[in-house]
């Protein structure tokens, strides 16, 4: 198995784009990727594409196709793929992007994830999210995705004492991360009263604990490592990969408060590196609610299970803390358009560790994490970055 | 001769309540006056998940939790309502299915106002008798509506209750039962309208009375009884003082109506209205006593019935289901607007 | 047309009576029912027997939904939680018949038979088990 880089990322804004649609928005982070990397068409060997809900959300499946042809690349016949697992759909795309490389297949692979979420009513795509739930036993009875994270927030509360307070400050502190990013939804601080105050979507969660329906495509490009100096002087290479899966519905779960997934697919990541949590400088983090932002850095080890929400209180996790979580603005402030993100979150691991982060950069981080999540904790999959 | 009768019962009374004074204050009348006239303070509104086939299940499992019968042995199952669900596709399958007697079950809905439930009963009780079934289980149950601001509005409840017929530890034989039926059109509703109408007055003597006293003389003679004989009696309940003034006309006591009347306080639940009285009456029922009821269904007729209550009542496990006074007792005040929104008297899309 | 009928008709035993299985090598009951036993695997296929479950259990974790799917939105708000059986599975479902405040981790509770959803004014209804508070 050899190593893999990134050598060229690229994305969209994410917001409610109305003006663009569904082909636009891939076929421009596609583009920006591959002119980022230095590479041709003609050096692509496969494309990977993330994307939850193509079919309810445009009506269209046979996304793989689709991307190839909408990047220009039909005539060439590229193989193309589709990959969902919900949420984690983009985090699952590069994952086979970077193993068919590392199997030796593949020499150099565009990964894209998208989403376009505003072509069908609000309405619609709240059921659509809800999907990623268990339909026939969750959302059935009346579960909303928001109701489910709820349900692991009010246990947390229950056995640890968190707080709707520490729920909120996750959302401040990705709403100021937001504000330093030119692609995020939100550029604009919020308050913690305001977090507080916000309309209850299911309690404990209010309208600032949700990450918000966006509109976005991120890409990036992978290489062989030994290859990829060859395109870019800033690679940056994965040194750990893990992908776990667990029950699909809340109630089957070992621990409610536990997402499984997120510690077995570290546990396997941190392993092939041959590091700890600990060596872990800073992470993009599946923040589709803000308890799922406290859940993850306790599951990726990063704090004791039970003290995220101090971890939060504490500032350890802002930009100037020890453990920058979210310097992107995370799914809350960024956006979250639910294929894209997975690759999103990437794109801002490499951006850091090439010194790319312009406003939001960290002082010297060497090792990065990516943790993408599927629905309430069924599949998740993490990647560990470090510069070449 | 062996006897056939009712094996054990069950109600189920959704918990809402809107108070009469409430809907006056809303059309602008006065409430007291109203509440005083009808004989009704508060009627029992169905929560928006709740429907003729849910109160007929819950009803239909408080009686079976109260015996020890096999569900797999009731082989027929006939519910009385003027509001089952679909208008084709019968509530008795889904109760058939929640309790576990299907496949081999004959059902079918019935529709005769607010006797329905009693006519089901009369066929369960044939059916036991023709020894075609084993035990059968019949049920009055309605989310009745009615139209806003009409009078109507005051007593149109929901409730309902189940009997499970059979001839083996009966615990209230059935001795007799007959009805008294013609075709008066004194309320009504027409396919695909959602409110009933009614003919105001003449709902009165020539629709109620007429149809209860006809058919509770007629059952009396057939049986050789006195009103005296009876320790209680149920009439059908569509406001608080129609029964008082039937029973009275026939000669029997308000203390023997007294436990089978049940409007003031839940309104009139329609196909269940007779039903409910009738468990209210078993509830309390001692070994010896007899019951006579006589339920009406507008257009018109009236179902009578000569019961004594058995020895067997106190092997019943009656402690096993809420009785009616806990399922009355057990209840949520709600104002005008959140009934209207429940029974959809806002236009929802 | 929305929806076929086929998917919810054949969940009605569960729906309407928790009706789960039991593996025939451990004694493990799964509600709903499953077609192996995770722990016996191999050893219990075939040997899933039915099993009804008693429908009483306690209240783990909780939300109020004041957001709700359209099927849903009468009801707002509504307590959803995850309860935990007597024989041991979890299920997700409403709670009904009590005030939202009285909704707490560790209420006992028992099955009632609700209307679940309906396909708009024209099609089915499916009914189903929701909750309500027991002694």
């Known amino acids: 198995m050899r190593d893999v880089a990134v050598i060229g990322v690229g994305l969209t804004h994410f917001g409610e784009l109305w003006d663009k649609s569904f082909r636009q928005l891939i076929a421009e982070a596609g583009s920006k990727a591959i002119l980022d990397s230095g590479i041709s068409g003609t050096d692509i060997d496969a494309m990977y594409v993330g994307s939850m809900s193509s079919g309810r959300f445009i009506g269209q499946e046979h996304i793989g196709a689709l991307v190839a042809d909408a990047s220009g690349f039909s005539h060439l016949h590229i193989p193309a793929t589709r990959v969902e697992g919900a949420c984690a759909s983009g985090g699952l795309a590069v994952r086979e992007g970077y193993f068919s490389i590392a199997s030796g297949i593949n020499d150099i692979v565009v990964v894209g994830g998208i989403e376009k979420m505003n072509d069908v009513g609000g309405t619609s795509a709240t059921e659509t999210l809800a999907t990623a739930a268990d339909q026939e036993w969750e959302a059935f009875f009346g579960a909303t995705f928001p109701g489910i994270y709820a349900m692991i927030a009010t246990r947390h509360m229950h056995e640890y004492g968190t707080t709707k307070e520490q729920l909120a400050q996750v959302a401040v502190k990705n709403h100021a991360n937001g504000v330093l990013n030119p692609y995020a939804q939100y550029q604009r601080e919020i308050t913690l009263e305001a977090a507080l105050n916000a309309t209850t979507v299911a309690y404990p969660l209010g309208l600032l604990d949700c990450s918000p329906v966006t509109d976005g495509s991120a890409s990036v490009v992978l290489c062989a490592a030994e290859k990829a100096k060859h395109f870019t002087d800033k690679p940056v290479k994965f040194i750990g990969a893990g992908q776990a899966s667990d029950t699909l519905a809340l109630h089957g779960r070992r621990d409610i408060c536990t997402l499984d997934a997120t510690t077995y697919a570290a546990k396997m990541a941190y392993k092939q590196a041959g590091i700890t949590a600990q060596d872990i400088d800073f992470a993009e983090v599946h923040d589709c609610f803000t308890i799922a932002e406290i859940c993850a850095i306790e599951d990726l080890g990063f704090v004791k299970k039970g003290e995220g929400g101090k971890a939060i209180e504490n500032k350890i996790t802002t930009r100037d803390g020890s453990l920058p979580i979210n310097t992107s603005g995370g799914l809350k402030a960024k956006g979250h358009p639910v294929g894209a993100t997975g690759v999103a979150q990437i794109i801002e691991v490499v951006q850091q560790l090439r010194g790319d982060a312009e406003k939001r950069q960290l002082q010297d981080p060497r090792i990065g994490l990516a943790h993408n999540i599927g629905g309430s904790g069924a599949t998740c999959t993490i990647h560990i970055m470090e510069a070449m | ?349 | 047309m929305g929806n076929g009928v086929a998917r919810f008709w054949r969940e009605i035993p569960q729906r309407y009576n928790v009706v789960g299985n039991k593996c025939g090598s451990c004694g493990r009951v799964f509600f709903p029912p499953r077609e192996s036993c995770p722990d016996c695997r191999r050893k219990s296929i075939g040997k899933m027997d039915e099993y009804k479950l008693s429908g009483k259990g306690k209240v783990i974790t909780y939300t109020i939904i004041h957001v709700a799917p359209e099927n849903f939105e009468e009801q707002v708000p509504y307590p959803i939680a995850i309860i935990e059986l007597e024989e041991g599975p979890r299920i997700t479902a409403q709670i009904v018949d009590c005030p939202v405040e009285d909704v707490k981790i560790g209420l006992r509770v028992e099955k009632t038979f609700r209307r679940i959803q309906e396909e708009g004014y024209t099609g089915a209804i499916y009914y189903g088990y929701k909750f309500k508070k027991r002694k």
């Not at chain 2, 109160?55 to 109260?66: D, F, H």
């Not at chain 2, 059902?107 to 005769?112: G, I, L, P, S, T």
């Not at chain 2, 009406?296 to 809420?322: C, M, Q």
């Open chain 2, 1 to 349: 001769m062996e006897s056939i009768g009712i094996v054990s019962y069950g109600a189920n009374i959704p918990r809402f309540r809107l108070k009469a004074e409430d809907i006056a204050s809303v059309w602008g009348k006065d409430g007291q006056a109203i509440s005083r006239g009808l004989g009704i303070f508060e009627k029992s509104v169905p929560a928006i998940d709740q429907d003729t086939a849910t109160i007929s299940v819950e009803a239909a499992r408080a009686a079976l939790a109260r015996c020890t019968i096999d569900p797999q042995d009731i082989g027929a199952i006939y519910i009385g309502s003027e509001s089952h669900p679909y208008a084709v596709k019968p509530t008795g399958t889904i109760v058939g299915e929640a309790i576990g007697a299907t496949p081999e079950l004959m059902v079918a809905d019935y529709e005769f106002a607010c006797k329905a439930g009693t006519a089901a009963m009369q066929t369960c009780t044939a059916f036991v008798k023709a020894k075609m079934i084993c035990y059968g289980l019949a049920i009055g149950a309605d989310t009745s509506q009615a139209a806003p601001g009409d009078a109507l509005e005051y007593s149109a409840s929901a409730g309902g209750a189940a009997f499970i017929i059979g001839k083996e530890k009966v615990i209230a034989t059935i001795n007799y039962t007959c009805s008294y039926t013609t075709d008066t059109p004194d309320f009504w509703r027409r396919a695909e309208r959602k409110y009933p109408s009614h003919g105001g007055r003449f709902t009165g003597a020539p629709a109620y009375f007429k149809h209860i006293t006809g058919g509770a003389t007629r059952c009396m003679q057939c049986v050789g009884s006195k009103p005296e004989d009876y320790t209680y009696a149920v009439f059908h309940q569509p406001n608080g003082k129609f029964p008082v003034n039937v029973a009275k006309k026939l000669g029997f006591s308000y203390d023997q109506i007294k436990q089978g009347l049940m409007v003031p306080y839940i309104g009139n639940t329609y196909s269940g209205a007779s039903m409910i009285g009738l468990a209210s009456v078993l509830d309390v029922a001692q070994p010896g006593d007899r019951i006579f009821l006589t339920s009406y269904g507008s257009g018109a007729g009236s179902d009578s019935f000569d019961i004594t209550v058995t020895d067997e009542i106190n092997n019943l496990a009656r402690k096993n289901a809420p009785s009616v006074a806990d399922l009355v007792g057990d209840k949520q005040y709600i104002d005008y607007g959140t009934y209207s929104k429940i029974t959809d008297l806002l236009y929802w899309e």
